[in-house]
Every structure is written in structure tokens, then in C-alpha cells.
């Protein structure tokens, strides 16, 4: 069966920064691209990052470019995703999603308010 944990969310003042983790069981996590999607309440979900099965080549939404920094480590079958500068339109549910099988984890809530 496969799991995706999604965990480090919280709430942040704008400025602010949070890492997410999403740790991966029950397929071969290194052979997949891994994204990263947000969903904020009443809008569509929303693909926030790309990052190769390698890791070594990762793709984002314009309006998260120079601000979010997506990376995993195959060995630990976790994907991140490093929020810096956090603004309030960044608020959504995150989860994380391999390229291709059709699942997804139940995500972790980013906050962002003063």
C-alpha cells in the first residue's frame, strides 16, 4: 500500500519560514518524480514543485521561484520542501505526490498570518 506522510506545516508570520517533510512507503520512491501541490480553500490544487527521481533537477510555479527549494534524499525515501519568505497567498493544505501512480498524501496546513 502506498503511504505519503506530509508533516511540518503550521502557522508563520509572513517573512516567515517552514520545511516540510513527506516520508514515502509501499513503492520504489527513488524511481519516481515527486512533487509537491497546494490546495487553498474554495481554489483548484495547485503543483508547487517537481523534482526529479534523482533529485538532482527540481522545477516550481513562477510564484514560488527564489522562495521554495524542493529536495528529497532517496535513502530515507523523504521529499522536502523548504518555504522561505512566506507571504499570506502561500497558505493552502500541501501534500506531496508521485508522478504517475494516482495518490496522494493528506497533506500539512500552512498558515501564513500576522
Known amino acids: 500500500e502506498v503511504q505519503l506522510q506530509a508533516s511540518g506545516g503550521g502557522m508563520v508570520q509572513p517573512g516567515g519560514s517552514l520545511r516540510l517533510s513527506c516520508t514515502a512507503s509501499?513503492?520504489?520512491?527513488?524511481?519516481?518524480?515527486m512533487n509537491w501541490y497546494r490546495q487553498a480553500p474554495g481554489k483548484g490544487a495547485e503543483m508547487v514543485s517537481r523534482?526529479?527521481?534523482?533529485?538532482?533537477?527540481?522545477y516550481y510555479t513562477v510564484t514560488v521561484v527564489g522562495r521554495f527549494t524542493a529536495s528529497r534524499d532517496n535513502l530515507k525515501n523523504t521529499l522536502y520542501l523548504q518555504m522561505d519568505y512566506l507571504r499570506p497567498e502561500d497558505a493552502a493544505l500541501y501534500y506531496c505526490?508521485?508522478?504517475?501512480?494516482?495518490?496522494r498524501g493528506q497533506g500539512t496546513q500552512v498558515t501564513v498570518s500576522s
Open positions: 509501499g513503492f520504489a520512491f527513488g524511481r519516481y518524480e
Open positions: 523534482t526529479s527521481a534523482s533529485g538532482d533537477e527540481s
Open positions: 505526490q508521485p508522478s504517475g501512480l494516482g495518490v
